[in-house]
């Protein structure tokens, strides 16, 4: 085997972390298809440590595969007793890199900009995630600073310790505590404080896609909370919100003008990064994903995602509107 291709390799995966000592002494195809079967075991992780970091899934494809191409050339020169602990800081040193270039381009970004989407629908998705990594987390990782992102993903989220976290950074541990001290105090205050089960987070969504469908202003008005906020991001290439736009009545109004101009819209439940969302559909082609935040059994945000550069990965479901919550009658 002489590249990573992405794909699952053949043979089972090792029980344990093997690092990559025990290799020696046999050759070096089997040293590097055993290295690849490591690698890929790890990968759903490695995966989740950049897109968390940076947002995105193409540059979170790009760090795992630069990780690869690193490990490989260890082979034969360099021990690894700990590939899982190499591969996370290599890759967080990796993700890194990627958002600092990230946040200069994202400051010329035409509109408001939104983290890439994780669709669960998406056969192609090697994202693994749950609702700790849900958009509007990302939203407010958004806000933090890359060295407080960093040390915030790397060691609340995956146990990093904060030694490790300063080389990554190129801080001291301490600096690096306080560092993630700051962040977790911002994550904190935007977290929802009586989260909702995800059976009350599906029924949230069902009914915006009824209130949404049949044009309820009052019933839609009903769900949102009094201060939510709608952010939507086309990066100029397909129309959305200009800009966030706030409160119950002002957010539903928008969005029923925004679908009232859309023909042919169908609207099919999903599960975006970990929690219930939708996908929707228009006759012309277009594609949106939109994600929620929820507090105390109502919709605190609403992010639109629309940009196509963003959705390639999304996968085209069938536009079969009565599929949308199979469950009900």
Sequence with gaps: MSEYTGREADGPWPEEDPGSEGLEGLPLDERLEAMARAFEAERPRLLRVAYTTTGSLAESEDCVQEAWIRLRGTL?????????????TTVGRLALDALGSAKARRESYVGTW???PVVEDDPAEQVTLDESVSLALLVVLEQLSPAERTAFVLHDVFGVSFAEVAEIVGRTPAAVRQLASRARRHVADGRPRFPPTPAQQRALVAAFADACQQGDLSGLVELLDP???????????????????????????????????????????????????????????????????????????????????????????????????????
């Design 76 to 88: 034969g020169r360099t021990e690894i007793h700990d590939l899982r602990g190499w591969l996370v």
């Design 227 to 329: 201060d939510v906020a709608w952010r939507g991001d086309g990066g100029g290439r397909v129309t959305t919100t200009a800009r966030t736009q706030y409160g119950a009545m002002r957010v539903a109004k928008g969005i029923l003008l925004a679908l009232s101009g859309a023909s042919g819209l169908t609207m099919r439940l999903a599960t975006v990064n970990g929690v219930p969302g939708l996908v929707v559909y228009e006759h012309g082609g277009d594609v949106s994903v939109v994600s929620f935040g929820m507090d105390e059994g109502r919709i605190t945000s609403i992010d639109v995602v629309r940009n196509p550069e963003k959705l390639n990965t999304v996968v085209r479901l069938e536009r079969d509107g009565s599929r949308l919550f199979p469950d009900r009658e």
């Design 114 to 116: 939104l983290p890439e």
